[in-house]
């Protein structure tokens, strides 16, 4: 059975948010924004995902790539810690030998190291490319609509009827007369209340 790496962030993996997860496809700047972003506190093991991704990803694919297990630490003004077992890591990361800053370039560096010839097999292969297409169509992105001001008149009723007939080259006055009507009680009945 195989073992589930968890999140690279404070959750569970989810592959709707994808800094959560590494892409066989990520470009090096994004494995390397997503690695330092990762979620991996100084001293604890539990849902850590870099040591976790070591373990489970780094450690097996150093056996395919080298012929043994192995995981390599750069440090400046020192040797490199030589990792051969997964159990010396983790004891070395509880201690704080290994810190969260040593950790995430090696990672970074180890997955470089299996990615980038997936990708350049991919980038060199159109039949890959149109594979991906059809597998992951992009959508063209939504027209956002155009909002349109509403005509909620003024606080005068009648304003929007005034305007009408001032377009129609009536005068008020005569529109007064005319459409609103003589007395109080026309006026009532032609009003309209929208």
Not at 174 to 191: I, N, R
């Amino acid at each position: 059975m195989n073992h589930l790496v968890p999140s690279l962030g404070a959750g569970k993996m989810s592959s709707s948010d994808p800094n959560s997860k590494i892409d066989l496809l990520d470009l090096p700047e994004v494995t390397a924004r997503k690695i330092k972003k990762a979620n991996a506190p100084p001293k604890e093991l539990e849902n850590n995902g870099l040591v976790s991704f070591v373990e489970h990803v780094l450690f097996p694919a150093s056996l395919l790539l080298d012929g043994e297990r192995s995981f390599k630490v750069d440090r400046e003004g020192a040797e490199p810690l030589v990792y051969k077992g997964i159990e010396s890591l983790k004891q070395d990361y509880v201690a704080d030998v290994l810190t969260p800053q040593l950790l995430k370039p090696a990672v970074n560096l180890a997955l470089r190291r299996l990615l980038d010839p997936i990708q350049n097999e991919f980038t060199s292969s159109p039949e890959w490319q149109e594979i991906e297409k059809k597998a992951y169509p992009t959508e063209a992105p939504k027209e956002k609509k155009q909002k349109t001001k509403k005509d909620k008149g003024s606080k005068y009723p009648g304003a929007a009827k005034a305007e009408e007939q001032a377009e129609q080259g009536k005068e008020p006055s005569q529109a007064t007369a005319s459409d609103v009507g003589k007395s109080a009680s026309e006026a009532m009945d032609k009003l309209s209340v929208q």
